[in-house]
């Protein structure tokens, strides 16, 4: 089996965002944190922990870019977080135009850490699947297995 390397530039921002999962745990929220890249792949235009249960890293920063930046700009960035966006935050990034994800984690393997925890009653719904329901072309990198076991580490224990 052909092993493909995991770009710098992901690698960078998924560390990132990691860094900035942490700090949002170490705040007393969930282990969740997003980044929203420049179209040069490396200039950080915001960043986002998760608040609360509704108010996600991804969506709360979707939305902070949409109030901030024009459809064209964001169409050309890229949102990168620590775990895949669940179907309220896909759908956010969706109407925001931004036109590329990247994430850790998938889902369902949120799903498999989490259980049906009542602060995180997680969907198996990927992000390809909400965005392939609609009309634009969102590129999808992810799950990216480099960073696994950095990004687990974070939600050991905090789910139980």
């Known amino acids: 089996m052909l092993e493909i390397s995991t770009p710098t530039w992901v690698m960078d ?8 999962a942490r700090q949002a745990k170490a705040n007393g929220h ?5 980044v929203l890249l ?8 915001d960043r986002q922990g998760n608040l609360d249960t509704v108010n996600h890293a991804e969506s709360t920063l979707a939305r902070r870019a949409f109030e901030k930046f024009d ?3 964001l169409w050309q960035c890229t949102l990168v977080t620590t775990v895949e966006p669940c ?4 759908g956010t990034q969706y109407w925001a135009n931004i036109g590329r994800l990247v994430y850790g984690l998938s889902e369902r393997e949120l799903l498999d850490l ?3 925890h009542a602060q995180n009653p997680t969907m198996d719904l990927s992000s390809r699947a909400v965005f392939g329901a609609g009309q634009k072309k969102i590129e999808v990198i992810g799950p990216v297995a480099a960073l696994q076991e950095a990004l687990i580490d974070l939600h050991l224990g905090f789910w139980s």
């Open 87 to 90: 179907a309220m935050c896909s």
């Open 30 to 34: 969930h282990p969740f944190g997003a």
């Open 38 to 45: 420049a179209p040069d792949l490396r200039t950080v235009l």
């Open 13 to 20: 921002a998924l560390k990132l965002a990691n860094d900035v």
């Open 114 to 116: 989490t259980g049906n």
């Open 71 to 73: 459809p064209d700009y």
